[in-house]
């Protein structure tokens, strides 16, 4: 990753008659860096994806990809390729002609040829020249649409939902895959998902977007530890959201009474967007310690029943019912027999260390 | 194993009375006309003993090798002319009308008149005192009605054409309406103009409807009958009609017979040779 721009969005915005797509979209992306648009589905990520590959115009704003200005800028003479929710596969040509779909007649043959089967090899599937587009299983379908937009050496790689026909094992691989490809190219990956995890587990930085906005755009672990608001911290991640009382505000601390667990100190979010008297506080499922006797080593705790449990395998959710709250989730490590230590009905008590409370700014 | 032979069983039990229809009333009239075709007919006794005298007759006269190159080639031009002017209808209404079955109802109008109404109309529209010449001599641009619009080839080429449009247009929008618009924005993202991605994806996609809507226009064309009568004269006759007068005026059933089913056979290789060679175009294009 350098520290060049290699795409600017400047307050771009798109309306379809009285209904904004995308609204104060501002949007700097440095080269060789792997971006995600996380959102879900309506919220317009697909729309700034387009709008950067030129099948749509912004209404207002400014696009400019690696400085140049892309207004009036038709999609077929942008540096930017495509990878299509669908994979987009011409029907009626095989592996090698999909491939080399986008270099016929710009460049001559043998260089083609070689290009071809250089980018089949990156994507494994060196070797399947001639088969047919009709006979391609939807992992391959997938990578005759990478090798196909990669070959052109576009200066941003533009996924639309680029894993979600495939099943989950496949995904999986794919994405360290992918991930590892970009990283070796160096080029640019824009991915639009909805998909939280594979947004979390591939990219540089996210975009997380909402009702036509960027809500927030910071790096995976710190869209998850400091989400700037009550929609962004529950959708990246489960999180329990508690009302509180702002009794104290400082520079770097608050003073706060949260619902249910009484007085504490937290640490500011300087991601939140403002403070008021009543705030929203966040605390993550796994940063809940459950217990049958009230845990001494923590400084806030909280009594309940529990009301649902599910195990997952690798670690247990357990639903927390808490006079005066919203039920409050818990996650845990099974113990070494990977049985259940709490049943529906227990009576439970709930670890909590002030560190790890969330401070999500004002409740609107 | 049960079961897709009982499924089997449904499917033919289904479709009998259909074959039973389809059975009696194409395949029998075949088998007479092959059995007329070897038989003979001096005046109005019909010899039943079989011989080649029709074939070896009407392979050597010249008017049989004129009347069907000719309809061979008007149904040809027809052919080219209707798809040609069909596809562009087409692709209108697949990729641009908004309100598709508003339009795919437009297309069927011709069909609410019968067919022969349709030839008498383009009769009074072409004819020495018809529309066109009336409204070109009133508005002043020629002195005396033009001739050269009626009974010609020219002529019937015009009215098969507008006759047969729905049939080339509705074969070539369903292939077009198949086709997934992001195949077409695929093909912009790797660089075509809008020209380029209609010659490389649009059109290879479409050849089949193309091949589909030839056919339908191509076979019945070359065999018809009432168009060249009415509207063709003397240069726009067609193999049909002598096919006509031999079961007609000149009485003679098996040369009529042995007439239609040559006419059959060149239709037929014509076809093959255009289904070979048209998907051949259609997997070269890249």
């Known amino acids: 990753m350098t520290e060049k721009n290699i795409i600017e969005m400047k307050a771009v915005e798109k309306r379809y008659g009285s209904f904004r797509a995308a609204s104060d979209i501002d949007l700097e992306l440095k080269e060789g860096e792997f971006f995600s648009l996380l959102g879900p589905s309506g919220c317009g990520k697909t729309t700034v994806l387009r709008m950067i590959a030129g099948f749509q115009e912004p209404s207002r704003g400014s696009i400019l990809i690696d400085g140049q200005d892309m207004a ?41 040829d070689a290009r071809v089967t250089e980018v089949l090899e990156m994507v494994e599937l060196g070797g399947l020249h001639r088969r047919g587009a009709n006979e391609l299983s939807g992992g391959q379908r997938q990578r ?21 026909a495939l099943d989950k094992k496949l995904r999986e691989q794919m994405q360290f895959e992918m991930r590892n490809l970009q990283q070796s190219l160096g080029i640019t990956f824009v991915m639009v998902t909805h998909d939280q995890y594979e947004a979390m587990t591939m990219s540089d930085r996210i975009g997380v977007m909402f009702d036509g906005r960027l809500m927030q755009i910071d790096t995976p672990a710190t869209l998850y530890a400091r989400p700037c608001n009550r929609a962004v911290a529950s959708f990246i991640g489960e999180m329990n959201i508690l009302p509180a009382l702002l009794m104290e505000e400082g520079n770097s601390l608050l003073l706060i009474d949260a619902a249910g667990f009484g007085r504490m100190q937290i640490e500011r979010n300087p991601n939140a967007s403002g403070h008021a008297r009543d705030i929203l506080v966040g605390i993550r499922p796994e940063q809940l310690e459950i217990k049958a006797e009230k845990p001494a080593d923590y400084p806030a705790t909280v009594q309940g029943t529990v009301s649902n449990v599910a195990f997952y395998g690798e670690n247990i959710h357990y639903h927390v019912a808490v006079d005066g709250i919203d039920t409050l989730m818990a996650v845990s490590v099974p113990n070494y027999f990977h049985t259940v230590d709490f049943n529906r009905g227990d009576a439970v008590w709930l670890g909590l260390q002030e560190a790890s409370v969330i401070d999500l700014g004002k409740d609107k | 194993m049960f079961k897709l032979r009982s499924e089997a069983a449904k499917g033919y039990t289904l479709s009998a009375p259909a074959t039973a229809y389809v ?46 190159l000719r309809s061979i080639w008007i149904a040809g031009a027809v052919t080219l002319t209707t798809v040609a002017l069909a596809y562009p209808i087409a692709y209108f209404i697949a990729m641009k009308a908004r309100k598709k079955t508003i339009w795919l109802l437009l297309i069927t109008i011709p069909f609410w008149s019968s067919y022969l109404l349709r030839v008498f109309a383009w009769k009074l529209i072409l004819g020495f005192n018809g529309v066109m010449n009336s409204a070109l001599l009133g508005m002043g641009l020629i002195d005396e009605p033009l001739s050269f619009l009626l009974y010609n080839e020219f002529a019937v080429v015009l009215t098969l054409a507008h006759a047969w449009a729905p049939f080339a247009i509705l074969p070539i929008y369903v292939s077009l309406q198949k086709i997934d618009p992001s195949l077409l924005e695929a093909a912009t993202d790797l660089g075509n103009t809008p020209v380029q991605r209609f010659l490389r994806v649009t059109l290879p996609l479409t050849v089949q409807g193309i091949i589909a809507a030839c056919l339908i226009i191509f076979i019945p064309t070359v065999g018809d009958y009432v168009t060249p009568a009415l509207v063709g004269g003397s240069d726009g006759k067609m193999i049909a009609n002598l096919i006509q007068v031999q079961f007609g005026a000149a009485n003679n059933w098996p040369l009529g017979a042995t007439l239609s089913l040559l006419a059959m056979m060149s239709v037929g290789f014509v076809a093959i040779v255009f289904v070979i060679a048209g998907r051949g175009v259609g997997r070269r294009i890249r």
């Open chain 1, 144 to 164: 005759v649409a990478l090798a196909r937009a990669l070959i052109m050496r576009p200066k941003v790689l533009l996924l639309d939902e680029p894993l979600s």
């Open chain 2, 23 to 68: 059975g009696f009333l194409v395949a029998a009239p075949l088998i007479i006309l092959i059995a007329y075709s070897f038989w003979s007919q001096t005046y109005v006794t019909l010899d039943k003993s079989l011989t080649l005298k029709n074939y070896r007759e009407a392979l050597a006269d010249p008017l049989v090798h004129h009347l069907m």
């Open chain 1, 72 to 112: 009036g800028v038709p999609a077929n003479n942008r540096p930017t390729n495509m990878v299509f929710q669908s994979y987009a596969i011409f029907p009626h040509l095989n592996v090698a002609n999909n491939v080399a779909y986008g270099l016929r007649g710009k460049v001559p043959k043998a260089e083609i």
